[in-house]
């Protein structure tokens, strides 16, 4: 079956860094373009960052250029995001979705999602 499963969530203090992880199962990473997108309450959906399968070309939000890193393992079928920094704006639902080859920053081309995983930044 098709599956994407968002870990390394957590609380962290104000500063601090977590690793999160979008694991596939049921089939490759490969050809997929990997957005992560977060949501916190009373707030819009926002793109945070995006990989190709193409060319490896990454996007990243202004609010986490230079704190946040998204990358690749193809042999764990599984993408990353680094987060460094970490903001109290950051507190959010972080979630993982696919589209075929390319970013096309819109959710709509998005085919697949994952169930999200909370990241509470604390002062």
């Known amino acids: 079956q098709v599956q994407l499963v968002e870990s390394g969530g957590g609380l962290v203090q104000r500063g601090g860094s977590l690793r999160l992880s979008c694991a596939a199962s049921?089939?490759?990473?490969?050809?997929?373009?990997v957005g992560w997108f977060r949501q916190a309450p009373g707030k819009e959906r926002e793109e945070v960052s995006c990989?190709?399968?193409?060319?490896?070309?990454?996007y990243y939000a202004d609010s986490v250029k230079g704190r946040f890193t998204t990358s690749r393992d193809n042999a764990k079928n599984t993408v990353y995001l680094q987060m460094n920094s970490l903001k109290l704006e950051d507190t959010a639902v972080y979630y993982c979705?696919?589209?075929?080859?390319?970013?096309?920053?819109?959710?709509?081309?998005?085919?697949?999602w994952g169930q999200g995983t909370q990241v509470t930044v604390s002062s």
């Open positions: 990989i190709s399968s193409t060319d490896g070309s990454t």
């Open positions: 979705a696919v589209e075929r080859l390319t970013c096309s920053h819109s959710f709509y081309e998005y085919d697949y």
């Open positions: 049921g089939f490759s990473l490969d050809n997929y373009a």
